[in-house]
């Protein structure tokens, strides 16, 4: 673990924090690799997984730091995925993997169809 961190609890933790350490759930599992960047969706999800304490960097976060980070995972969804064309309805399935990736991993929070 790097030694330059905080733990912080999770109503401590704000959107675009840095995890200093591998988060892993309660079963051992990665949740999130070493020096990601919070999202509100990835908080949003914590108390699922029994995540209540954060391994958070000191570092500042630069906007371009975060910029970067999320053409990263833009890139890596557009490998993963690039084999299944966005803007075709003839794969369900794989367009609604790819929506749900995507907005986990830029951070898209969810909005309710009805209200």
Do not use: C
């Not at 794969?91 to 991993?105: E, K, Q, Y």
Request: charged share 20%; no cysteine.
């Amino acid at each position: 673990m790097a030694s330059n961190y905080h733990q912080l609890t999770l109503a401590e933790v704000r959107p675009g924090m840095v995890l200093s350490d591998v988060l892993l759930d309660v079963q051992g599992n990665v949740l999130l690799p070493q020096g990601a960047v919070l999202t509100e969706a990835m908080l949003a999800l914590m108390p699922r997984h029994g995540i209540a304490v954060l391994p958070i960097a000191l570092a500042e976060v630069t906007p371009e730091a975060v910029a970067a980070t999320l053409q990263h995972h833009e890139a890596r969804i557009a490998h993963l995925f690039r084999k299944n064309d966005a803007d075709s309805d003839s794969d369900w399935a794989t367009a609604t993997l790819r929506r749900f990736v995507t907005d986990f991993r830029l951070g898209v929070e969810e909005t309710p169809e009805h209200e």
